[in-house]
């Protein structure tokens, strides 16, 4: 698909509005004429949309062409469309703040892990920890989960201390993760070794000549 913006010289008196799915014929400024089916129209700043054949006679691809008609040097209706678009879906507010306040977070804890002074494995465990407890900091060079599990170098479950009983819940559960990481990291960098096959020493194919 291929997307071209057309604008030069100005045409006045262009405030017609355009029906979904009409067929419009457009004089750019170069004299060209672009000839397609109205898939939008922007009446503030004059930009029509166009679903145009494609210039490689692929029948599966289009091109769209967006013409700023402020500056088209002509434009005909040739098909008016009696289409009427059904209205458009109440947008959840709610919803979009929310994926962006999730976004928002996720970017910083990306930021925090990188401005950590830790080694890449460090980084990404923390950033592991963070898709399902929000309440992850950096102390140092120590991951500190909830303000009282600290996982310290080399960040394996023998180092996740914490402040109470070792057998707690929350200590108990972040060294699963912690566990679970260390053999996910473990079997990707297995799997992701190339092998390497020694080849086997040739068998001679003829004995050596017997002495006279």
Not at 9 to 38: L, Q, R, Y
Not at 52 to 61: A, D, F, G, Q
Not at 91 to 112: A, E, G, P, V, Y
Request: charged letters at 20%.
């Amino acid at each position: 698909m291929a997307i071209n913006f057309y604008g030069k010289h100005k045409m006045a008196g262009v405030n017609e509005c355009f029906s979904i799915g009409s067929v419009v014929m457009c004089t750019n400024c170069f004299d060209e004429e672009i000839e397609g089916e109205v898939l939008g129209f922007e009446p503030t700043t004059k930009m029509l949309i166009l679903k145009c054949p494609s210039t490689n006679n692929n029948p599966l691809l289009n091109n769209i062409n967006i013409v700023n008609l402020a500056f088209a040097k002509d434009v005909q209706v040739k098909k008016e469309s009696s289409f009427n678009p059904p209205p458009l879906p109440s947008l959840n507010l709610n919803r979009l703040n929310n994926r962006i306040k999730t976004q928002i977070q996720d970017k910083k804890r990306q930021i925090s892990a990188r401005s950590a002074n830790v080694s890449p494995e460090a980084q990404k465990l923390y950033l592991t920890i963070t898709k399902t407890i929000p309440e992850v900091t950096w102390q140092g060079q120590n991951i500190v989960v909830y303000d009282q599990v600290i996982i310290s170098p080399p960040y394996k479950a023998d180092n996740v201390k914490g402040t109470g009983n070792q057998e707690d819940k929350a200590i108990l559960y972040i060294k699963n993760i912690v566990e679970k990481f260390v053999k996910d990291t473990a079997s990707q960098q297995v799997s992701s070794t190339p092998t390497t096959h020694r080849s086997k020493p040739a068998a001679a194919t003829a004995a050596a000549p017997q002495p006279q």
